[in-house]
């Protein structure tokens, strides 16, 4: 390996993945609305779930889901383009998974907003796509599967990164893919420990299963009504399930 190369794989992943595109977006198409912290309402409750992560699910409570998923195609973008650059650029030595992981890191700790950003996930998953595009859709399917057992959204969420290790172990057996792999694993998970410390307090105030039940949640500062659609994957493949019944019934 190339230190040189190494190094400009880190430089060049890092760089990209501090660029905020939740910010950007926020600013483009919503200037006056502020997306640095999350504060959701536990229904029937003065009880609330807190966050100051900015990322793309920041944009999709506050400014509805259009740009929050648009915010969330960039930030995977950010790490994919550059890790599979590296990839086609030198496809025998493992730099592409530099660029992806500090693509990572750079989301989560923006040079260019004093280090404050997401959690990780989006460009997490952009350089997994360069990675094993088949075992991002097989455990993202798994995943949103596990979330109809375990009925916890925040804990669902990252159980497809968790399953792309066994996933690359037995598929390919790449060393270096699997320690990054590993290493994407527990920078999402420790980077979320902020949110599991809401998580705990809620359920210890009793408060959690009225904010998991809700079908619709009321974010604090929102720009227009102030609620937001709960993003239950169990509520959503309920709704799949409903307009395919709808259309067979029409049909």
Sequence with gaps: MNLLIALLAM???????SISFARLVTRLFA???DISKIEIAVPDSEARFESDAISATSVRLHLGPRYGCLTAVL???KAAVPALAFKLWQPEAPYYLLAAGMAAVGHNWPIYYRFKGG???SPIMGGMLVVDWLGVVVTNLLGLASDLVMKNTLLSSGVWLVLMIPWIWFRSGDWPELVYAVAMCILFWASMIPEWREVLRLKREGELDKLQEAKEVQVMSRRDQGTAQ???VSNLLSA???RLGRKDAGS
């Design 119 to 121: 959690r990780g996930m």
């Design 75 to 77: 930030d995977i973008l």
């Design 240 to 242: 799949i399930m409903a």
């Design 230 to 232: 709960q993003t239950s």
């Design 11 to 17: 430089v060049v992943g890092y760089l990209a993945g």
């Design 31 to 33: 200037p006056e609305q």
